[in-house]
Protein backbone atom coordinates (compact mmCIF):
# COMPACT_ATOMS: atom_id res chain seq x y z
CA UNK A 1 0.00 0.00 0.00
CA UNK A 2 1.14 3.15 -0.79
CA UNK A 3 -0.58 5.91 1.64
CA UNK A 4 -0.86 7.11 4.89
CA UNK A 5 -3.90 7.28 6.24
CA UNK A 6 -5.75 10.06 8.40
CA UNK A 7 -7.81 7.50 9.70
CA UNK A 8 -10.23 9.99 11.18
CA UNK A 9 -10.34 11.87 8.72
CA UNK A 10 -11.05 9.68 6.26
CA UNK A 11 -13.79 8.53 8.66
CA UNK A 12 -15.38 11.70 8.96
CA UNK A 13 -15.31 13.43 5.38
CA UNK A 14 -15.16 10.87 3.03
CA UNK A 15 -17.91 8.10 4.51
CA UNK A 16 -19.05 7.65 1.02
CA UNK A 17 -16.46 5.35 0.08
CA UNK A 18 -18.26 2.80 2.40
CA UNK A 19 -21.42 3.96 1.44
CA UNK A 20 -20.92 3.04 -1.91
CA UNK A 21 -20.18 -0.74 -0.96
CA UNK A 22 -23.32 -1.32 0.52
CA UNK A 23 -24.75 -1.76 -2.87
CA UNK A 24 -21.95 -4.11 -3.73
CA UNK A 25 -22.63 -6.57 -0.73
CA UNK A 26 -25.89 -7.42 -2.99
CA UNK A 27 -23.93 -9.53 -4.86
CA UNK A 28 -22.52 -11.59 -2.19
CA UNK A 29 -24.42 -15.01 -2.35
CA UNK A 30 -24.30 -14.96 1.70
CA UNK A 31 -25.58 -17.46 4.16
CA UNK A 32 -25.56 -17.45 7.56
CA UNK A 33 -22.36 -18.39 9.35
CA UNK A 34 -20.43 -17.97 6.07
CA UNK A 35 -17.08 -17.22 6.76
CA UNK A 36 -15.92 -13.88 5.05
CA UNK A 37 -12.75 -11.69 4.81
CA UNK A 38 -13.30 -8.14 4.75
CA UNK A 39 -9.70 -7.57 3.00
CA UNK A 40 -9.01 -3.65 2.73
CA UNK A 41 -11.65 -3.32 5.35
CA UNK A 42 -10.60 0.56 6.30
CA UNK A 43 -12.73 1.46 9.88
CA UNK A 44 -14.53 -1.55 9.55
CA UNK A 45 -17.67 0.05 8.37
CA UNK A 46 -18.14 -2.69 6.24
CA UNK A 47 -17.36 -5.67 8.36
CA UNK A 48 -19.95 -4.47 10.56
CA UNK A 49 -22.60 -4.58 7.76
CA UNK A 50 -21.29 -7.89 6.58
CA UNK A 51 -21.70 -9.17 10.34
CA UNK A 52 -24.81 -7.56 10.38
CA UNK A 53 -25.88 -10.26 7.52
CA UNK A 54 -24.75 -13.33 9.46
CA UNK A 55 -21.54 -13.60 8.20
CA UNK A 56 -18.37 -14.63 10.57
CA UNK A 57 -16.16 -11.83 9.66
CA UNK A 58 -12.68 -11.15 9.69
CA UNK A 59 -11.56 -7.38 8.50
CA UNK A 60 -8.08 -7.25 7.17
CA UNK A 61 -5.82 -4.03 6.58
CA UNK A 62 -2.26 -2.55 6.17
CA UNK A 63 -2.75 0.45 8.09
CA UNK A 64 -2.63 0.68 12.37
CA UNK A 65 -4.30 3.85 11.99
CA UNK A 66 -7.75 2.31 10.00
CA UNK A 67 -7.18 -1.33 12.25
CA UNK A 68 -6.78 0.46 15.69
CA UNK A 69 -10.28 2.60 14.99
CA UNK A 70 -12.27 -0.56 13.31
CA UNK A 71 -11.50 -2.13 16.94
CA UNK A 72 -12.72 0.69 19.31
CA UNK A 73 -15.57 1.19 16.83
CA UNK A 74 -16.62 -2.52 16.55
CA UNK A 75 -15.06 -4.05 19.36
CA UNK A 76 -17.22 -7.42 19.25
CA UNK A 77 -15.70 -8.10 15.67
CA UNK A 78 -11.88 -9.63 14.68
CA UNK A 79 -9.53 -7.19 13.00
CA UNK A 80 -5.84 -8.28 11.72
CA UNK A 81 -3.08 -5.55 10.13
CA UNK A 82 -1.81 -7.61 7.17
CA UNK A 83 -0.35 -7.11 4.03
CA UNK A 84 -2.98 -7.84 1.38
CA UNK A 85 -0.04 -9.42 -0.56
CA UNK A 86 0.88 -12.05 1.95
CA UNK A 87 -2.47 -12.07 4.55
CA UNK A 88 -3.20 -15.77 5.46
CA UNK A 89 -6.64 -16.54 7.04
CA UNK A 90 -6.98 -18.52 10.31
CA UNK A 91 -9.32 -20.95 8.13
CA UNK A 92 -10.16 -21.37 4.58
CA UNK A 93 -12.75 -18.69 3.80
CA UNK A 94 -16.26 -18.88 1.73
CA UNK A 95 -15.93 -15.33 0.62
CA UNK A 96 -13.01 -12.83 0.34
CA UNK A 97 -14.89 -9.47 -0.04
CA UNK A 98 -12.85 -5.85 -1.19
CA UNK A 99 -14.51 -2.70 -1.67
CA UNK A 100 -11.98 0.16 -3.02
CA UNK A 101 -8.65 -1.25 -1.90
CA UNK A 102 -7.27 -3.16 -5.08
CA UNK A 103 -6.50 0.37 -6.75
CA UNK A 104 -3.71 1.25 -3.75
CA UNK A 105 -1.78 -2.42 -4.80
CA UNK A 106 0.82 -1.51 -7.48
CA UNK A 107 0.28 -3.48 -10.56
CA UNK A 108 3.58 -5.84 -10.05
CA UNK A 109 2.01 -6.68 -6.77
CA UNK A 110 -1.65 -7.72 -7.66
CA UNK A 111 -0.42 -11.27 -8.84
CA UNK A 112 0.70 -12.08 -4.99
CA UNK A 113 -2.69 -10.34 -3.50
CA UNK A 114 -5.29 -12.33 -5.95
CA UNK A 115 -3.19 -15.55 -4.86
CA UNK A 116 -3.39 -14.92 -1.43
CA UNK A 117 -7.25 -14.55 -2.06
CA UNK A 118 -7.25 -17.74 -4.35
CA UNK A 119 -5.62 -19.41 -1.15
CA UNK A 120 -7.90 -18.68 1.27
CA UNK A 121 -10.76 -19.58 -0.33
CA UNK A 122 -12.91 -22.80 -0.16
CA UNK A 123 -13.21 -24.22 -3.56
CA UNK A 124 -16.29 -22.46 -5.19
CA UNK A 125 -15.65 -19.57 -2.63
CA UNK A 126 -16.50 -16.33 -3.77
CA UNK A 127 -14.58 -12.91 -4.66
CA UNK A 128 -16.60 -10.01 -4.80
CA UNK A 129 -14.56 -6.59 -5.37
CA UNK A 130 -14.93 -2.90 -6.33
CA UNK A 131 -11.71 -0.43 -7.34
CA UNK A 132 -10.85 2.15 -9.44
CA UNK A 133 -10.90 1.22 -13.07
CA UNK A 134 -9.81 2.49 -16.03
CA UNK A 135 -10.50 6.60 -16.62
CA UNK A 136 -10.53 6.96 -12.95
CA UNK A 137 -10.52 10.47 -11.33
CA UNK A 138 -8.63 11.14 -14.88
CA UNK A 139 -9.76 14.78 -15.35
CA UNK A 140 -7.80 15.45 -11.62
CA UNK A 141 -5.04 13.42 -12.26
CA UNK A 142 -4.11 15.16 -15.51
CA UNK A 143 -4.56 18.98 -13.61
CA UNK A 144 -2.03 18.02 -11.05
CA UNK A 145 0.40 16.76 -13.54
CA UNK A 146 0.42 19.84 -15.18
CA UNK A 147 0.52 21.46 -12.11
CA UNK A 148 3.43 19.40 -11.03
CA UNK A 149 5.08 19.58 -14.69
CA UNK A 150 5.32 23.65 -14.36
CA UNK A 151 6.95 23.86 -11.54
CA UNK A 152 9.54 21.08 -12.46
CA UNK A 153 8.18 18.12 -10.83
CA UNK A 154 7.47 14.40 -12.41
CA UNK A 155 4.14 13.40 -11.62
CA UNK A 156 4.04 9.70 -10.43
CA UNK A 157 0.65 7.82 -10.63
CA UNK A 158 0.08 6.25 -7.63
CA UNK A 159 -2.79 3.73 -8.25
CA UNK A 160 -3.57 0.99 -10.61
CA UNK A 161 -6.53 1.81 -12.29
CA UNK A 162 -7.01 -1.68 -14.93
CA UNK A 163 -9.32 -2.11 -18.09
CA UNK A 164 -11.62 -4.91 -17.95
CA UNK A 165 -9.33 -6.39 -20.16
CA UNK A 166 -6.32 -6.18 -18.17
CA UNK A 167 -7.40 -7.31 -15.32
CA UNK A 168 -9.10 -10.05 -16.35
CA UNK A 169 -6.58 -12.25 -17.60
CA UNK A 170 -4.87 -11.69 -13.97
CA UNK A 171 -7.54 -12.66 -12.33
CA UNK A 172 -7.94 -15.58 -14.46
CA UNK A 173 -4.22 -16.48 -13.99
CA UNK A 174 -4.40 -16.33 -9.97
CA UNK A 175 -7.27 -19.44 -10.58
CA UNK A 176 -10.49 -16.84 -10.32
CA UNK A 177 -13.20 -17.85 -12.64
CA UNK A 178 -14.68 -14.09 -13.96
CA UNK A 179 -18.51 -14.38 -13.51
CA UNK A 180 -19.18 -10.22 -13.81
CA UNK A 181 -16.77 -7.57 -14.30
CA UNK A 182 -17.95 -4.42 -15.31
CA UNK A 183 -16.45 -0.63 -15.65
CA UNK A 184 -18.78 2.01 -14.90
CA UNK A 185 -18.93 5.77 -14.51
CA UNK A 186 -19.71 6.82 -11.07
CA UNK A 187 -19.35 11.27 -10.56
CA UNK A 188 -19.11 11.46 -6.89
CA UNK A 189 -20.08 14.82 -4.79
CA UNK A 190 -17.60 15.69 -2.34
CA UNK A 191 -18.54 17.81 1.16
CA UNK A 192 -17.70 21.40 1.66
CA UNK A 193 -16.38 24.16 -0.05
CA UNK A 194 -13.25 23.02 -0.13
CA UNK A 195 -13.86 19.42 -1.44
CA UNK A 196 -11.35 19.40 -3.87
CA UNK A 197 -8.60 20.43 -1.97
CA UNK A 198 -9.61 18.16 1.34
CA UNK A 199 -9.86 15.34 -1.34
CA UNK A 200 -6.39 15.65 -3.21
CA UNK A 201 -5.07 15.96 0.16
CA UNK A 202 -6.47 12.64 1.28
CA UNK A 203 -5.79 10.28 -1.32
CA UNK A 204 -3.33 12.07 -2.99
CA UNK A 205 -0.43 12.18 -1.09
CA UNK A 206 2.43 10.14 -2.75
CA UNK A 207 3.69 12.43 -5.57
CA UNK A 208 4.37 15.45 -3.41
CA UNK A 209 5.96 12.88 -1.05
CA UNK A 210 7.99 11.11 -3.73
CA UNK A 211 8.93 14.76 -4.89
CA UNK A 212 9.93 16.04 -1.35
CA UNK A 213 7.54 18.66 -1.86
CA UNK A 214 6.91 21.13 1.51
CA UNK A 215 3.42 21.67 3.15
CA UNK A 216 3.30 25.42 1.86
CA UNK A 217 4.07 24.54 -1.76
CA UNK A 218 2.17 21.59 -1.72
CA UNK A 219 -0.74 23.49 -0.38
CA UNK A 220 -0.17 26.05 -2.92
CA UNK A 221 0.01 23.47 -5.66
CA UNK A 222 -3.34 21.86 -4.41
CA UNK A 223 -5.14 25.41 -4.84
CA UNK A 224 -3.82 26.04 -8.18
CA UNK A 225 -5.49 22.52 -9.08
CA UNK A 226 -8.46 22.99 -8.10
CA UNK A 227 -8.62 26.36 -9.68
CA UNK A 228 -8.01 24.42 -12.97
CA UNK A 229 -10.75 22.06 -12.19
CA UNK A 230 -13.22 24.25 -11.22
CA UNK A 231 -15.11 24.93 -14.59
CA UNK A 232 -15.39 20.72 -15.07
CA UNK A 233 -15.74 19.27 -11.51
CA UNK A 234 -17.65 22.34 -9.83
CA UNK A 235 -21.16 22.15 -10.42
CA UNK A 236 -24.46 23.69 -8.94
CA UNK A 237 -22.32 24.70 -5.78
CA UNK A 238 -20.37 21.14 -5.87
CA UNK A 239 -17.59 19.47 -6.00
CA UNK A 240 -17.64 16.44 -7.59
CA UNK A 241 -15.33 13.97 -8.20
CA UNK A 242 -14.98 11.61 -11.52
CA UNK A 243 -14.69 8.51 -10.59
CA UNK A 244 -14.68 5.16 -12.58
CA UNK A 245 -15.41 1.85 -10.84
CA UNK A 246 -14.37 -1.62 -11.94
CA UNK A 247 -16.40 -4.16 -10.12
CA UNK A 248 -16.45 -8.00 -10.63
CA UNK A 249 -17.74 -11.37 -8.83
CA UNK A 250 -15.36 -14.26 -9.14
CA UNK A 251 -15.46 -17.88 -7.55
CA UNK A 252 -12.73 -20.47 -6.84
CA UNK A 253 -12.08 -22.19 -9.88
CA UNK A 254 -12.05 -25.80 -8.81
CA UNK A 255 -9.49 -26.87 -11.08
CA UNK A 256 -6.89 -24.72 -10.57
Known sequence: MNIRWDAEGYRDRFSFVSSYG???????????????????CGNGRLTKELARCGARVLGIDSS?????????????LSFELADAASFEAPEP??????????????????????????????????????????????????????????????????????????????????????????LFDRPTRLAGENG????????????????????AERDEMVAEASVRLRAELFCGGAWFADYVRLRGKCVKDAAR
Open 22 to 40: EGLLELIDLRKDMRVVDLG
Open 64 to 76: ESQIEIARQTYPD
Open 93 to 182: QEVVFSNAMLHWVDRGRQPAVLGCVQETLVEGGQFVFEMGGAGNNRTIHDALRRVFEERGYSYHMPFFFPTIGEYAPLLEQAGLLVTSLT
Open 196 to 215: MADWIGMFVKEPFDRCGIAS
